[in-house]
């Protein structure tokens, strides 16, 4: 696992933002997670599409997780929220996202498992992580190997999206979501973090044991795995001089 501390969530995101530019070629895969903490990313990029002619022709993209049981055209389905904030203004030519509307949830876990694997898998992965730790939606005591299902959200996670709601009550209580295992298999983990409040899943996930407690400990397993964290959220990392001075020191031929 490679942690990089920069200055704050702008400069997360344009370094977050190269790393998936790398993959961006015909025939890539991108995984695309939502919420607040990849929107950075999603703006260089967008920026890099149209000023820089970043083109995402022929990428193929797959999303992280869908609530079961919200319409797709909901604004915030996150088939919706990945529209408005990224592929609605880029070139990108099949985005697939799990079905939360499927009559057979379990069958639709199982499909979209299939079409990952025969896109070839994910090249990269972007991610982020909730407060608590979990990563995509599998909330604490998820199963280190799990793969895409159903899950039923934590009342922190549903208090912590209800800002994108009317109120909690309207957070549909679960979702459908590719599992730790799934997340695992992606050629390359990019994780972003930003702020004070995701301080303590950072530190646990860089830094504490692989655990089922916390979720995005087990990027700690993956054999390419960057953590992209501002320095808001790094204050309760032990070794946060060492990876700056790790940032600093790195060969110019090993890229993130």
């Given at each position: 696992m490679e942690v990089v501390i920069v200055e704050d969530q702008a400069a997360a995101g344009v370094l977050v933002a190269d790393i998936v530019a790398r993959h961006v070629r015909p025939g890539g895969v991108l995984g695309l997670a939502t919420g607040s903490s990849p929107?950075?990313?999603?703006r260089e990029l967008i920026r890099r599409h149209r000023e820089e002619s970043l083109s995402f022709a022929g990428c193929r993209a797959f999303l992280l997780d869908e609530y079961v049981g919200l319409p797709r055209e909901h604004p915030e389905s996150y088939r919706s929220v990945i529209r408005r904030e990224l592929t609605d203004h880029i070139d990108?030519?099949?985005?697939?996202?799990?079905d939360g509307e499927a009559t057979?949830?379990?069958?639709?876990?199982?499909?979209?498992e299939a079409a990952i694997k025969e896109a070839g898998g994910v090249d990269v992965?972007?991610?982020g992580v909730g407060t608590d730790g979990h990563l995509?939606?599998?909330?604490?005591?998820?199963?280190?190997?799990?793969?895409?299902?159903?899950?039923?959200?934590?009342?922190?996670?549903?208090?912590d999206n209800a800002r994108f709601f009317d109120s909690i009550d309207d957070v549909p209580h679960h979702v459908l979501t590719q599992g730790l295992g799934t997340i695992l298999e992606a050629g390359h983990l990019v994780l972003i973090a930003a702020g004070a409040s995701k301080a303590p899943a950072v530190a646990s996930a860089a830094e504490g044991p692989v655990s089922?407690?916390?979720?995005?400990?087990v990027l700690q397993l993956h054999p390419r795995a960057t953590l992209v964290v501002d320095e808001a959220a790094a204050t309760q990392l032990k070794?946060?001089?060492?990876?700056?001075?790790?940032?600093?020191?790195?060969?110019?031929?090993?890229?993130?």
């Open positions: 929107l950075p990313v999603y990108i030519d099949r985005v697939d996202g799990p057979d949830i379990p069958a639709e876990a199982e499909r979209y992965q972007v991610l995509g939606f599998n909330e604490p005591g998820s199963s280190l190997p799990s793969r895409t299902r159903v899950k039923t959200l934590t009342r922190q996670t549903r208090e089922a407690f916390c979720p995005a400990s070794l946060a001089d060492y990876y700056r001075y790790a940032a600093t020191h790195k060969p110019d031929w090993q890229p993130f």
